[in-house]
């Protein structure tokens, strides 16, 4: 598995607009993360997610998502979670900007279980 540093062309990025952050700032910093790949939406309320399934989608083993923070990646704390058991059930690595979760090291691998313990004992 890969640290932040190791980034390459296989990294996508996805980047989702919330409220008082701007798209524009979102992407300069997957960009200065070394994101080739960046996939945008901008969506509201409970829209169908095309862009994220479709980075989630095109994900391979060793790959790195990228995303500015983890509640990117869903709507509820159950589709993040949901994304994550995705992301780490291909063998993916996930990197979050904001919270600085890097599955690629240590800590980053205790988060993933505690995500999957909560998953597993249904309390989220």
């Known amino acids: ?3 932040i540093e190791n980034i390459d062309a296989n990294d996508l990025a996805v980047p989702l607009l919330s409220a008082g952050l701007h798209m524009e700032m979102q992407i300069e910093a ?13 969506v509201s309320g409970f829209e169908k997610r095309d862009e ?3 980075a ?7 790959d790195t998502l990228v995303v500015w923070a983890l509640d990117r990646l869903g709507r509820s704390l ?10 780490y059930d291909k063998d993916a690595n996930l990197y979050a ?3 600085k979760i890097d599955r690629g090291t240590t800590t980053g691998k ?10 597993k004992w249904k309390l989220i």
Do not use: H, P
Request: positive net charge.
């Open 1 to 3: 598995m890969q640290a």
């Open 97 to 99: 900007i904001v919270q």
């Open 52 to 54: 994220l399934e479709k």
């Open 56 to 62: 989630l989608d095109d994900l391979r083993s060793g």
């Open 30 to 42: 997957l960009k200065k993360e070394g994101c080739e790949k960046v996939y945008t939406e901008k």
């Open 78 to 87: 159950l589709d993040v979670i949901g994304n994550i058991k995705i992301i």
């Open 110 to 119: 205790c988060w993933f279980r505690y995500f999957r313990c909560l998953r």
